[in-house]
């Protein structure tokens, strides 16, 4: 299976005419990759984004990027409905640790769960409720089992909100109903990859860390994306898809 990364990176001399960006303030010079150099690694965005729909119905993580001068990070994506304790593993291993599940405002509301807070302050207004977990199932909740069990037992179809204990260990993240048509987020974005997967529209998601605890950022993406067979596709990207096919 193809990686879908095109060619190995080519050292940019310092007389590089490429525009700069916000996102050279956040690495060290030696680490910096301007927007055209990490797109010229990749393939079409055409055959990243049928790879990509293909990866979520089967169960394997996606990488999604949101623009170099938003939050500019990559989550790991797993469409909620085929999470498995291995992906949650890898998510729990190679990421924050701070697992979302990314639901429409229709099952959030069905499934009770509020806001985390009233005033919502944060930089891009992520949605975030109050946190879950399953009541059945389950021991502490932290574990990578534990989580997959409170996520299935959240998107189940017969779930009520009497199933789910508040607080815990999984943290819900309203989409916004129009997809990443109304927010260009990643909340947005797993939800859409899952629908137009054909899943149910919930996704699971967990930004991508260096071994170090720093973001994974420019190169160190594409070397993950290399070392995993993963694909990289980006908010943008979906937009178009979405933009051009109606979907």
């Known amino acids: 299976m193809s990686s879908y ?13 490429l525009p700069s960006s916000s996102y050279s303030q956040l690495l060290p010079a030696e680490q910096v990759m301007q927007p055209q150099q990490f797109f010229d690694q990749l393939a079409p965005a055409s055959e990243r984004i049928a ?7 089967s169960g394997r993580p996606v990488l999604l990027m949101d623009d170099f001068d938003r939050e500019n990070e990559v989550d790991l994506i797993v469409a909620a409905e085929k999470i498995s304790q291995d992906s949650m593993a890898r998510m729990i291993r190679d990421g924050s640790g701070i697992v979302c599940l990314c639901i429409p405002d ?3 509301d069905h499934m009770q ?22 009541k059945h199932g389950v021991s502490t909740g932290v574990s990578a089992a534990d989580r997959v069990t409170t996520i299935l037992a959240a998107i189940n179809e ?29 909340t947005e974005g797993s939800v859409d990859l899952a629908r137009l997967a054909g899943l149910k529209p919930a ?23 290399l070392q995993h067979d993963l694909v990289i596709l980006t908010i943008d990207e979906l937009v178009q898809y979405r933009q051009q ?3």
Do not use: W
Request: proline share 5%; hydrophobic share 40%; net charge negative.
């Open 5 to 17: 990364i095109s060619q190995p990176l080519q050292q940019q001399s310092e007389s590089s005419s």
């Open 158 to 186: 017969n779930a009520v909100a009497d199933d789910l204990a508040r607080p815990g260990h999984v943290f819900p993240l309203r989409a916004q109903s129009g997809g990443v048509l109304s927010r260009k987020g990643h």
């Open 113 to 134: 769960l509020a806001p985390m807070v009233q005033d919502n302050q944060s930089r891009f207004s992520t949605a975030f409720t109050v946190s879950i977990e399953a």
């Open 51 to 57: 790879r990509a729909l293909a990866d979520m119905h």
């Open 203 to 225: 996704g699971v998601l967990c930004e991508l860390m260096n071994p170090d605890g720093s973001m994974a950022r420019g190169q160190q993406i594409l070397d993950y994306a």
């Open 245 to 247: 096919t109606g979907l």
């Open 106 to 108: 229709t099952l959030a």
